[in-house]
């Protein structure tokens, strides 16, 4: 976790689990697993037994000691609806969010199913925004589950964009963020694939966010589409975030 994330859309990073497995294209180069990797097996580090999935309580309430309203990322080092993470535990991570209702918490899944079975089982305040991954169309089934949720705000992460999506059904979904792969073998990300998405958020209304347009050189590659950078976020937000 991180005081501070460079992360374009958010401000830190809270990680009450880590640990993940591959379920889809998009684990294919995944960030998370990489990092762990380069510390496993040193003794006493958090990533010693590499990226085994591992509940971490004595992080729970970390939020409640950040004063400052920020955006907070909540595990950007595994998935908060794993499988093998408790109810009980994803409850209490939802307890401290409602707790600590001066930050806005971000929560992003590819385990849209087990999301839509427990949502009734937690308690969702406003500061609470709810999203799933979806990196090609063969995942837009994802986006169903998640309009099932009673979240604030809903958004989708479209990242790595690995193909075009087609016409994508943005009702009650407020916030769409796009970006291609970034880091050693990235995949390619076409330019048209991410106007197509933009087009169709100013149709629905959605606010929408190019994080990157990834490669080997990300930095070099930039963020900036037809001209300028987009970096629109839904309204009502609790926090000023800080775009990079």
Same mark, same amino acid.
């Given at each position: 976790m991180s005081e501070k994330s460079t992360i374009e859309w958010t401000d830190s990073t809270w990680n009450p689990v880590t640990g993940c497995n591959k379920i889809s294209p998009w684990c294919r180069h995944c960030y998370a697993e990489t990092f762990a990797a380069r510390w496993q097996g040193i003794s006493g580090h958090p990533y010693e037994h590499g990226f085994d999935l591992r509940l971490w309580p004595d992080r729970l309430e970390l939020p409640l000691t950040w004063k400052k309203p920020r955006a907070i990322f909540v595990n950007s080092m595994s998935d908060l609806f794993h499988e093998k993470v408790p109810l009980d535990f994803i409850q209490r991570v939802f307890r401290t969010m409602e707790q600590a209702s001066w930050h806005t918490f971000q929560i992003l899944t590819k385990r849209s199913e087990r999301l839509a079975d427990l949502a009734p089982d937690l308690r969702w305040p406003p500061n609470v925004w709810m999203g799933v991954s979806i990196e090609s169309a063969q995942?837009?089934? +994802?986006?169903?589950?998640?309009? %099932?949720?009673?979240?604030?705000? +809903?958004?989708?992460?479209?990242?790595?964009?690995?193909? +075009?999506?087609?016409?994508?059904?943005?009702?009650?979904?407020?916030?769409?963020?796009?970006g291609g792969e970034s880091g050693s073998g990235a995949r390619p990300i076409d330019a048209e694939w991410v106007r197509e998405i933009r087009k169709q958020c100013r149709t629905s209304g959605a606010?929408?966010?190019? %994080?990157?347009?990834?490669?080997?050189?990300? %930095? +070099?590659?930039?963020?900036?589409?037809?001209?300028?950078?987009?970096?629109?976020?839904? %309204?009502?937000?609790?926090?000023e975030l800080e775009v990079r």
């Open positions: 995942y837009l089934w +994802r986006v169903d589950h998640l309009r %099932k949720v009673p979240a604030a705000v +809903r958004f989708l992460s479209l990242e790595p964009l690995l193909g +075009r999506l087609g016409a994508l059904d943005l009702a009650s979904i407020h916030w769409v963020i796009v606010s929408f966010f190019f %994080k990157q347009w990834g490669g080997v050189q990300k %930095k +070099r590659n930039g963020r900036v589409l037809d001209g300028r950078t987009w970096d629109e976020i839904p %309204k009502g937000q609790v926090f």
